[in-house]
C-alpha cells in the first residue's frame, strides 16, 4: 500500500524558515518522481518543487526558486522541503505526491494530474 505522510508545518514570522517532510512508504523512492504542490483558499493547487529519481535533479517554481531546497534522504525514504525567506504568500496547504520517475524533467509536475499517489497535507502560514 503507497502511503505518503507530510509533517513540519506551523505558523512562522515573514522571512523565517521551515522543513517539511514527506515519509513513504510501499514504495522506493529510487523508482519514484516526488512533487510538492501548495494550495491556498480559493487558489488551484499548484506545483512548487519535484525531485527526479532517474538523475536525482531538482526543479522548483519561479515563485520559490532561490528560496526552497528539495533533497531526499533515500536510507529513511524521506524527501524533504526546507523553506527559507518565507513570505505570506506562501502560505497554504503543502501536500508531497509520488508518480511516475520520469515525470519531474519533461515538465509535467507542474500540474497535479500527473501523480497518481497524495499525502494528507501540512498547514503553512506566515504571517506577522
Known amino acids: 500500500q503507497l502511503q505518503l505522510v507530510e509533517s513540519g508545518g506551523g505558523l512562522v514570522q515573514p522571512g523565517g524558515s521551515l522543513r517539511l517532510s514527506c515519509a513513504a512508504s510501499g514504495f522506493t523512492l529510487d523508482y519514484t518522481a516526488i512533487g510538492w504542490f501548495r494550495q491556498a483558499p480559493g487558489k488551484e493547487r499548484e506545483g512548487v518543487s519535484c525531485l527526479s529519481s532517474s538523475d536525482g535533479s531538482t526543479y522548483y517554481a519561479d515563485s520559490v526558486k532561490d528560496r526552497f531546497t528539495i533533497s531526499r534522504d533515500n536510507a529513511k525514504n524521506t524527501v524533504y522541503l526546507e523553506m527559507n525567506t518565507l513570505k505570506p504568500e506562501d502560505t497554504g496547504v503543502y501536500y508531497c505526491?509520488?508518480?511516475?520517475?520520469?515525470?519531474?524533467?519533461?515538465?509535467?509536475?507542474?500540474?497535479?494530474?500527473?501523480?497518481?499517489?497524495w499525502g494528507q497535507g501540512t498547514q503553512v502560514t506566515v504571517s506577522s
Open positions: 505526491a509520488a508518480g511516475p520517475r520520469l515525470l519531474c524533467w519533461n515538465g509535467r509536475w507542474r500540474a497535479p494530474s500527473g501523480f497518481g499517489s
